[in-house]
C-alpha cells in the first residue's frame, strides 16, 4: 500500500476471498472508502448488466438466477476493462476458480503488478446462511445492511432489498459452489505466500483493520516458486 501525495488515498491493491456471506462486499467498501482505492465487485458489475437488459445481461442472467457462476470469457473480460482504467482496487468476487486466478496472475504479471494483501475471510457455513438471509442492499447507496447485526444510518434511505440468491433456497447452492470451485484458490495463492487467512466472524472493525494492516507490509510477487514464501523471498532482496 504505497501514500500517494497530493491527494487523499493510496496505491493498494487487495484481493478479497470467501464465501458468499463473510463480508467481502462489505470489507471491500470500507477499504475502498479508506484508501480512495477502486471497489471492484463482479457481482455488482453481473447485477449491473442484467438491470440494464443489454443482449449480455440476458444470457448472465440465467447463470446468476441459478446461482452459477457466469462463464469465465465473459466476466474476465468485464474485470480486466476495469483493472486496465484503474491502479489502486479492492477486488471483490473475482478470481472464483483457477481459470480466473490464472487470468489475473497473467494480467498482473504483464502489467508489473504485485498484490499488497490476498485475503481469505473464513466462516461456517451454517453463520453464513444466517448472515446472508438477513442481508439487506440499499437501492439508493448500494450499501449492505443486516437485519440484526449492521442496521442502515438514518441518512440511508433505502429502500433495502433482499436479493433473490440471498434467499435460503439459493444460499446452500451458491455455498457449495465455493466449496468446490473457488476454496482451492486458497491453497493456489498459500503456495505463493500470498494469503493471510482472517477470522470473518470478528467484528467488521477488526477485520478492516487486519486487511490494512496486511497491506500496509511490502508487496509479495505475483508469481513464486512453490518452495519460497513471498515473505522469505522479500527477506532475501533486501
Ligand atoms: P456475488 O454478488 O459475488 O455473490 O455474485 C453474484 C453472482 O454473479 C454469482 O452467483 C455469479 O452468477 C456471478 N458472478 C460474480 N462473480 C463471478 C465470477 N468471478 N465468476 C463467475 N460468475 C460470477
Request: charged fraction near 30%; proline fraction near 6%; include cysteine.
Amino acid at each position: 500500500m504505497t501514500p500517494v501525495e497530493g491527494i487523499q488515498g493510496y496505491i493498494v491493491k487487495i484481493l478479497l476471498l470467501g464465501p458468499q456471506g463473510a463480508g467481502k462486499g462489505t470489507q471491500a467498501q470500507r477499504l475502498a472508502r479508506i484508501t480512495g482505492a477502486r471497489h471492484i465487485a463482479t457481482g455488482d458489475l453481473v447485477r449491473a448488466e442484467i438491470k440494464a437488459r443489454t443482449e449480455l445481461g440476458r444470457i448472465i442472467r440465467e447463470y446468476n438466477d441459478r446461482g452459477e457462476l457466469v462463464p469465465d470469457d465473459i466476466v474476465v473480460t468485464m474485470v480486466m476493462r476495469r483493472l486496465a482504467s484503474s491502479d489502486s482496487w479492492v477486488l471483490d468476487g473475482f478470481p472464483r476458480n483457477k481459470a480466473q486466478a490464472g487470468a489475473l496472475d497473467d494480467a498482473m504479471q504483464a502489467a508489473g503488478c504485485e498484490f499488497d494483501a490476498v485475503v481469505a475471510l473464513e466462516a461456517p457455513d451454517d453463520a453464513l446462511v444466517e448472515r446472508l438471509s438477513g442481508r439487506r442492499t440499499s437501492e439508493t447507496t448500494g450499501a449492505i445492511y443486516h437485519l440484526s447485526t449492521n442496521l442502515p444510518p438514518a441518512d440511508d434511505p433505502g429502500p433495502f432489498v433482499q436479493r433473490d440468491d440471498d434467499k435460503v433456497e439459493n444460499i446452500r447452492h451458491r455455498l457449495e459452489i465455493y466449496h468446490q470451485e473457488t476454496e482451492p484458490l486458497k491453497d493456489y495463492y498459500a503456495r505463493g505466500g500470498r494469503l493471510l487467512r482472517v477470522d470473518a466472524l470478528q467484528p467488521i472493525d477488526t477485520v478492516t483493520g487486519t486487511i490494512l494492516r496486511a497491506a500496509e507490509e511490502p508487496p509479495v510477487p505475483t508469481k513464486l516458486p512453490r518452495s519460497a514464501s513471498g515473505r522469505e523471498r522479500y527477506a532475501h532482496a533486501s
